[in-house]
Nanobody
Framework: QVQLVESGGGLVQSGGSLRLSCAAS????????MGWFRQAPGKEREFVAA????????PYAHIAKGRFTISRDNAKDTVYLQMNSLKPGDTAVYYC????????????????WGQGTQVTVSS
């Protein structure tokens, strides 16, 4: 089993920045890719970004390209999402997820999920 705990969410003004963290515990050696997803009120959960084990493969959703950066520290079993130039449309609960076998944008690829952290961007 793998446990994921997100942190770093909060309230920020439009144009501001936040860095989300996701700490993994348990059988972390079984984790392949890590990903971030988000769910805004009344909308379906959507892919934001993912990262391969060595950090060399980092697919991003179009909503994240140029503004968000995903990274991971394998020594700390932690993945980060640096979010810059935030907009009110980025308001959502952000979820961290771990995949055991592959990397991609589909939710079905991810085996473990965190509880989520709220990000609110005010105008």
């Amino acid at each position: 089993q793998v446990q994921l705990v997100e942190s770093g969410g909060g309230l920020v003004q439009s144009g501001g920045s936040l860095r989300l963290s996701c700490a993994a515990s348990g059988r972390t050696s079984s984790i392949y890719a890590m990903g971030w997803f988000r769910q805004a009120p009344g909308k379906e959960r959507e892919f934001v970004a993912a990262i391969s084990p060595d950090g060399t493969i980092t697919p991003y959703a179009h909503i994240a390209k140029g503004r968000f950066t995903i990274s991971r520290d394998n020594a700390k079993d932690t993945v980060y999402l640096q979010m810059n130039s935030l907009k009110p449309g980025d308001t959502a609960v952000y979820y961290c997820a771990a995949a055991l076998g592959t990397i991609g944008a589909g939710e079905e690829l991810y085996n473990y999920w965190g509880q989520g952290t709220q990000v609110t961007v005010s105008s």
